[in-house]
C-alpha cells in the first residue's frame, strides 16, 4: 500500500508562480512513476506533468515552458517526492491538483492524493 499527501495549493494571480509539492509513503519500491493531474468541474481530470523512476518527463501542450516537474527517489524504499513548479500562471490553470504514484511492477496500481486547489484570479 502507498500513500500519497499533495501540499502547496492556494489563491494566487495571473502571472505568480506556486509549487506543489507530493510524498509518497509505503511500498514505494515498487512504484515507476508520479506525476500531477488536474480537474475541474464538469470535465475529466487531465495529465499536467509526470516523471518516472528514470527522470523521463512528458507535460500537457498547454504548461509545457511554464511549469517544471521534478522527483526524487521514485522506486525506492526512502520517501519518494514530486514537485510541479508552476510559473506564469493564467486563469485557465485553475482546477484542483493531484498527485498520482503509480506502481507498474508488483501490483500494477495507481494511488492518488486527495487534491489541492490552486485558483488563480485575475
Known amino acids: 500500500q502507498v500513500h500519497v499527501v499533495e501540499s502547496g495549493g492556494g489563491f494566487v494571480q495571473v502571472g505568480d508562480s506556486l509549487r506543489l509539492s507530493c510524498a509518497a509513503s509505503g511500498d514505494t519500491s515498487c512504484l515507476r512513476a508520479m506525476g500531477w493531474y488536474r480537474q475541474v468541474p464538469g470535465k475529466e481530470r487531465e495529465l499536467v506533468a509526470a516523471?518516472?523512476?528514470?527522470?523521463?518527463?512528458?507535460?500537457?501542450?498547454s504548461v509545457k515552458g511554464r511549469f517544471t516537474i521534478s522527483g526524487e527517489n521514485i522506486g525506492t524504499n526512502t520517501k519518494n517526492t514530486v514537485d510541479l513548479q508552476m510559473n506564469n500562471l493564467k486563469p485557465e490553470d485553475t482546477a484542483v491538483y493531484y498527485c498520482l504514484a503509480r506502481d507498474m511492477v508488483c501490483h500494477n496500481q495507481e494511488y492518488w492524493g486527495q487534491g489541492t486547489q490552486v485558483t488563480v484570479s485575475s
Open positions: 516523471v518516472t523512476d528514470g527522470g523521463s518527463t512528458v507535460y500537457a501542450p
